[in-house]
C-alpha cells in the first residue's frame, strides 16, 4: 500500500473505483466525498448540500462493485452513476444528524436497482427501484444503530446485519427480503443448517439445544473446560473491596 493522500489522524470510508484502475474515493471528517485520481484529489459534491443535508463527522459512502455506482448517505441517500460528477438524491428523508437517525450505512446489490439502508436509529429499509420508494423492513430487529449492512451476492433476499450497542445479538440476517429476521451471532444456527460442523460441547453432558452432539468428555474421558472471570474497580478504590470480594466462597456472587 502506498500513501497518497490526507494523515491528520481522523478519516472516513474509502473505496476503489470498480471501473477505473487507479481512481478511488474518499471521504473525510468534513462530511464530503472525494475522489483521487492518478495523484490528483479533487471534491465530488456536486448535488450536495453541507448545510441542508444533515451531514454527520463521518458518513457512509461505498461503489458497487458490478454496476460502478456510487453511494453516499446522510439524511438522504445520493446516487452518482457517472463517478461523482453529479450526485441526485433519494426520495426518502431517513433522519437527522442531530437525532443520530441518518443513514449509518449502506448496501448494493449490484443490479442497480436493489439497495438497502441502515440508520443510526436502528432503521433497516429497502428499495428495488434504485430510491424512488423505499420499504421499511426493520420488523423485529432490536432498536440500535446498524452499523454495517451487506447482501448475499447470489440472492438478494438474502440481507446480512450488523447492530452495535449493548444487549444481546449483534449480527442478523434475513431469507426473505426482511419480513424475519435470525440472529446468527453465535455459530448455532450455521451448526443446525450444515454449514457448521460441531465436534462436540464442553459441558458433562449433551445440549438440549444440539442433542444430537456428544459431550468432549465422552470422548476425551478426563478433559475439564472451564470459564475464567475477571472484575475491574475504579481507581482508588479501596483495597478492601477487592479483597473482600475475592475471598467470596466458590459460586457466591460477588
Known amino acids: ?44 459534491r456536486n448535488g450536495i448540500s453541507e448545510p441542508t443535508d444533515s ?20 439524511k438522504n441517500l445520493y446516487t452518482s452513476t457517472n463517478k461523482g460528477s ?22 448494493s446489490y449490484g443490479d442497480g436497482q436493489t439497495l438497502a439502508v441502515g440508520t443510526g436509529a436502528g432503521k433497516v429499509l429497502t428499495t428495488t427501484n434504485a430510491g424512488t420508494t423505499w420499504t421499511d423492513v426493520t420488523a423485529t430487529l432490536p432498536a440500535r444503530t446498524v452499523g454495517a449492512i451487506q447482501f448475499d451476492p447470489s440472492q438478494k433476499q438474502t440481507i446480512y446485519v450488523g447492530l452495535s450497542g ?29 454449514k457448521l460442523r460441531a465436534l462436540g460441547v464442553t459441558g458433562e453432558t449433551t ?8 459431550p468432549l468428555a465422552a470422548t476425551y474421558p478426563g478433559l475439564v473446560v472451564t470459564n475464567w472471570y475477571g472484575a ?23
Request: overall charge positive; aromatic content about 12%; charged content about 10%.
Open 1 to 44: 500500500y502506498s500513501h497518497v493522500t490526507g494523515g491528520d489522524g481522523d478519516g472516513g470510508f474509502a473505496c476503489a473505483d470498480p471501473k477505473t484502475p487507479g481512481r478511488a474515493y474518499w471521504c473525510s471528517t468534513d462530511g464530503m466525498p472525494r475522489a483521487y485520481d492518478n495523484g490528483s484529489n479533487s471534491s465530488i
Open 166 to 194: 449493548y444487549g444481546a445479538g449483534h449480527v442478523f440476517k434475513t431469507t426473505n427480503g426482511g419480513s424475519s429476521w435470525t440472529n446468527i451471532t453465535s455459530t448455532l444456527p450455521h451448526v443446525k443448517s450444515g
Open 207 to 214: 445440549s438440549p439445544m444440539l442433542p444430537e452432539v456428544r
Open 232 to 254: 475491574f474497580v475504579a481507581p482508588r478504590t479501596p483495597a478492601a473491596i477487592p479483597a473482600d470480594r475475592s475471598a467470596s466462597p466458590p459460586g457466591t456472587a460477588a
Open 86 to 107: 453529479l450526485w441526485s438524491a433519494s426520495s426518502r428523508t431517513f433522519g437527522f444528524y442531530s437525532a443520530g437517525s441518518v443513514i449509518n450505512a449502506i448496501a
Open 55 to 74: 451531514l454527520g463527522w463521518v458518513n457512509p459512502f461505498i461503489a458497487d462493485p458490478k454496476t460502478g455506482n456510487l453511494y453516499f448517505g446522510c
